[in-house]
């Protein structure tokens, strides 16, 4: 079955520096590639998603980029902020089906 | 609603019990999600709804865990006889099409 595997598992910066967290798939049918924020204690919160006809994809401080020849995705966060500090989640899905299935998280911790 | 709710928040019950916990999705979204979350991973799937199609139940752990999904809205996620291991947060998510997941706050449950 589809198996997504996420890393570092943990990640410390800088406050100001960049973050990059990066995902692996093993389905080659996957299409859709969410990335969820999770702070301690809610739910997780949809970020930044993209689809697999499109290579990268940008909002603000936050990008995605997209390899579907290596089946790989990652997100980038640029000028951290504290408030930046979570656990956040890749995860992918086909096509046919909604059900996404998750890597295991990367804690960030952004430094001031 | 405006978002997803979840109820209770928290649940502490002795092994062997039965447990239900509740899911109101968004309104209007056809599809909804339970998944596990047992502490510092990530997310494992349970089962899915999406409207009046057989729920996709390959993630239940055992049959000690069953759904329903009641008028195409509420939904129940029951554990009979819940053992310690089953102790985490529930999740619970909807989502309409392919727009990404909305995440409920979860229930923690807590088996002693």
């Known amino acids: 079955g589809e198996n997504v595997e996420q890393h570092p598992s943990t990640l410390s910066v800088q406050e100001g520096d960049s973050a990059v967290i990066k995902c692996t798939y093993s389905?080659?049918?996957?299409?859709?590639f969410p990335w969820y924020k999770q702070e301690l204690g809610k739910g997780p919160q949809l970020i930044i998603d993209?689809?697999?006809?499109?290579g990268e994809k940008k909002d603000q401080r936050i990008a995605v980029t997209l390899n579907k020849t290596a089946k790989h995705f990652s997100l980038h966060i640029t000028e951290t902020q504290p408030e930046d500090s979570a656990v956040y989640f890749c995860?992918?899905?086909?096509?046919?089906?909604?059900?996404?299935?998750f890597g295991s998280g990367t804690r960030l911790l952004v430094r001031p | 609603g405006a978002g997803v709710s979840q109820s209770p928040s928290n649940k502490v019950t002795e092994k062997g019990k039965d447990v239900e916990l509740r899911c109101d999705p968004i309104s209007g979204h056809t599809a909804l999600y339970w998944y596990r979350q047992s502490l510092g991973q990530g997310l494992e799937f349970l089962i899915y709804?999406?409207?009046?199609?057989?729920?996709?139940k390959s993630g239940l752990p055992s049959d000690r865990f069953s759904a329903e999904r009641t008028g195409g809205s509420v939904s129940t996620l029951t554990i009979q006889r819940t053992q310690q291991e089953d102790s985490a947060v529930y999740l619970c998510?909807?989502?309409?099409?392919?727009?990404?997941?909305?995440f409920g706050s979860g229930t923690r449950l807590t088996v002693v």
């Open positions: 389905d080659s049918a996957s299409n859709y």
């Open positions: 709804f999406q409207g009046n199609s057989a729920p996709d």
């Open positions: 995860a992918a899905s086909r096509g046919s089906s909604y059900k996404l299935i």
């Open positions: 998510a909807s989502s309409l099409g392919l727009d990404g997941y909305t």
């Open positions: 993209i689809r697999s006809n499109v």
